[in-house]
């Protein structure tokens, strides 16, 4: 069998046809192995009749759906690159990634179509010269074809596989933080070991109901998409997150693994009388994005609910650390320990091993790490020396091999000269019950330097700057503690959950108070 990530679809459909592979929990829409297998060489076969060739680019503009992983596949198996579009971008963004990427084809949702009327009127702004679109009634923009009908004129039949190992499989654009988004390439190679790496990890079995509310283009939810039809299970997928509705599809699809950001979980919290809906299906969720809480993960453990914290990146095609079934509650606030088929060490600025405890970047190797930032062999070669990938993140590693994530380094505050993670301040406020959400910045500051600074969300409108501060005050080193506090009504994140802490910085550009 050809090292090739679509024939993972073909072999699943051909062991398990019947089974169910894939429910949208928005719509009830069912489809098994065999089903889904079919719809996607329907859509390959209909490409390579219309002359998709080898290493072309394919766009994919789509809401979480059947269609998007149909088309992933798709392009798998005939050697296409898929390029998974974020859909919160607008059409300025849209276009550097198009060109960027040398797209030639588009799939967009009906959802999308005046970004995409605005993104074909720039001509050629962009490489693109084939435009479908899914969908459901509304009318077919002058220049696209009719998605449904270009794929449904493709035989079911098994298409030519052309495309393999260190073939490039996607390019999946980073969020952009900071500056423009760079295009992280993964082959069929790396995107199967990160199959095999997360399968080979975590606790899955046959029967399981796998919640997957992440968006598609994003490769927390790609690469668990790929891990089901590894494994034979059930994708249960939102078209787009909502707390509420994940609870009433938890209890509806007697779901009983998931992955979901701390953000997602922290929102399924504030729905009122959460406690109704039966979530007695569920042994356990991965999150990861940012360090969980130990709040929120004691919160869901009186729900009889594990949540094992996973740590991954783009870059590395999801894995890098996840805590076992043990340490989610033994070692609570760790990531856990490196992947199997992983390697993580923890270094210093010079590039030499962190001891046990102490503060360095983290560093990833494995087969699963991406072959290149496309276009971009200086960013390339800073990221990836050696074989190992420099994540940025800082983290410690104590003497059992547990990582325990703290930040960004370059989110990191250094105030009076102490190194201040803003992480562990989050984790803190946190901890209020009248408060949502937390994020926390540096800001300059005259007498240190830099001083932490807290913007949070409130449940209740009598909480006060002072009652934050106060309650940090006896939970913090003085160091630590936020010199000021504001009060927004959401914290700006980016697909992923992670809070944008340049966007922050932007809103609240003062100095600290003294």
Not at 372 to 388: L, V
């Amino acid at each position: 069998m050809e090292n090739n990530l679509g024939l993972l679809l073909a072999k699943r459909a051909f062991l398990n046809p019947r089974t169910e592979a894939f429910v949208n929990g928005n719509t009830g829409e069912r489809l098994t192995f065999e089903a889904l297998n079919n719809r996607c060489n329907q859509l390959a076969n209909a490409l390579v009749a219309d002359g998709i060739q080898k290493g072309d680019r394919l766009a994919i503009l789509l809401m979480n759906g059947s269609e998007f992983i149909e088309t992933y596949f798709a392009c798998a198996k005939i050697g296409a690159v898929a390029v998974p579009l974020n859909w919160r971008l607008v059409p300025d963004e849209l276009e550097f990634i198009l060109k960027d990427s040398g797209a030639k084809r588009l799939i967009f949702g009906e959802e999308f179509y005046d970004n995409v009327v605005d993104l074909e009127s720039r001509g050629d702004k962009t490489d693109v010269t084939q435009w479908l679109q899914l969908s459901t009634g509304t009318e077919i923009a002058q220049f696209a074809v009719s998605y449904q009908q270009f794929r449904d004129a493709g035989n079911a039949d098994e298409p030519p596989i052309r495309a393999s190992d260190d073939d490039m499989m996607y390019i999946m654009y980073t969020s952009g933080t900071t500056g423009l988004p760079k295009g992280v390439v993964h082959t069929h190679k790396s995107s199967i070991w990160g199959v095999l790496t997360i399968a080979a990890t975590m606790y899955a079995h046959e029967g399981d109901r796998y919640l997957n509310p992440l968006p598609m283009f994003h490769v927390g939810s790609l690469t668990p998409l790929t891990i089901g039809i590894y494994q034979g299970i059930t994708n249960v997928v939102m078209r787009s997150f909502d707390p509420k509705l994940a609870w009433e599809i938890i209890e509806k699809e007697r779901v009983t693994t998931g992955l979901m950001v701390p953000a997602m979980l922290n929102f399924m919290l504030q729905i009122p009388d959460h406690e109704k809906y039966d979530s007695t299906s569920v042994r356990w969720f991965m999150s990861g994005a940012a360090p969980v809480p130990v709040s929120l993960i004691e919160a869901y453990a009186a729900l009889d609910i594990e949540i094992q914290q996973v740590y991954g990146l783009t870059e590395t095609c999801g894995p890098a650390c996840l805590t076992d079934s043990e340490a989610a509650r033994t070692k609570a606030g760790s990531t856990g320990k490196a992947f199997f088929h992983t390697e993580v060490k923890i270094v210093d600025g010079d590039g030499n091993e962190c001891a046990p405890n102490v503060p360095g970047e983290v560093l990833v190797r494995g087969p699963h790490i991406m072959r290149e930032y496309w276009n971009r062999p200086d960013a390339t070669a800073e990221s990836i020396i050696d074989g190992w990938l420099h994540t940025g993140d800082s983290a410690t590693m104590d003497d059992e091999g547990f990582v325990y994530i703290q930040d960004r380094i370059k989110d990191m505050v250094i105030s009076g000269g102490e190194n201040v993670y803003p992480a562990e301040i989050e984790a803190v406020l946190m901890q209020h019950p009248n408060i949502v959400e937390a994020g926390v910045i540096g800001k300059e500051s005259a007498k240190w330097g830099e001083s932490p600074f807290a913007v949070v969300v409130k449940n209740d409108n009598a909480l006060s700057e002072n009652d934050v501060l106060q309650f940090c005050s006896d939970k913090l080193a003085r160091f630590k503690q936020p010199k000021g506090v504001a009060f927004a009504e959401q914290i700006p994140r980016n697909p992923s959950g992670k809070i944008l802490k340049r966007l922050l910085r932007e809103q609240f550009p003062d100095p600290a108070p003294e």
